[in-house]
């Protein structure tokens, strides 16, 4: 099992506020996925990153994928009370499985 | 075209019953991946499958619990003679065969052993 490792583990802070959540591995990843999961609900897919140093913008998002392909990190903007949920990186293997990190629960505060 | 299928949203099982639990992929989908969610906490791997082939069970405790994806129909997690320990939120993802594609997820089954 690959481990993961993101950070903080939980996050506060206040509507219109700026954050960075950040996904740790020693092993390299063929590929990284963010999710976004709410409560009761399946993670919903944000953004997959495949190149090592690849930025991609979603809106408020900005997803980072380290050049050694072990790391990633997700930065929101000014951020919103919508954006409040559980935030999961996961890395594809070479082998093509899935693993997934520890998660970091964020909460916006209006 | 429709998502990731799992069925039944909630399950509950009094304790040395069985419990199976369903996973209908994506079209055109023929990787399926099984996790276990606990409260407040992040997904842990447990099987992935491609039709009709157990890839990785390495997540997957050896006695009482079993994955299969025929050919035909869904993927079907199943949990024989079940312990408290059991219950939790059972999700699966689908991804299409190639390296670097996306996977999608259902919206899980809560299991509770009572």
């Known amino acids: 099992t690959q481990l993961l490792e993101q950070s903080p583990q939980f996050l506060s802070i206040q509507e219109g506020e700026n954050l960075t959540v950040y996904c740790n591995s020693s092993?390299?990843?063929?590929?990284l996925q963010w999710y976004r999961q709410e409560p009761g609900e399946g993670p919903v897919l944000l953004v997959t990153?495949?190149?090592?140093?690849e930025v991609k913008k979603l809106k408020r998002l900005t997803f980072q994928f380290g050049d050694a392909r072990k790391d990633s990190s997700l930065h929101i903007t000014a951020a919103q009370t919508g954006d409040t949920g559980l935030y999961l990186c996961a890395g594809k293997t070479g082998a093509n499985n899935l693993f997934f990190g520890t998660g970091t629960r964020l909460t916006v505060i209006p | 075209n429709a998502g990731v299928m799992q069925n039944p949203r909630h399950l509950v099982r009094r304790r040395g019953q069985e419990a199976r639990l369903r996973c209908s992929p994506m079209k055109g989908h023929s990787h399926v991946y099984w996790y276990r969610q606990l409260p407040e906490e992040g997904l842990k791997f447990m099987v992935y499958?491609?039709?009709?082939?157990?890839?990785?069970e390495s997540g997957m405790p050896k006695e009482r619990f079993s994955a299969e994806f025929p050919k035909e129909g869904p993927s079907i997690l199943r949990i024989q003679q079940v312990v408290r320990g059991d219950s939790a939120a059972y999700f699966c993802?689908?991804?299409?065969?190639?390296?670097?594609?996306?996977?999608?997820f259902g919206q899980g089954t809560r299991l509770t052993v009572v």
């Open positions: 990153v495949v190149t090592g140093g």
């Open positions: 499958l491609q039709k009709e082939n157990i890839i990785d």
């Open positions: 993802a689908s991804s299409p065969a190639g390296r670097n594609t996306e996977a999608f």
């Open positions: 092993s390299v990843f063929s590929s």
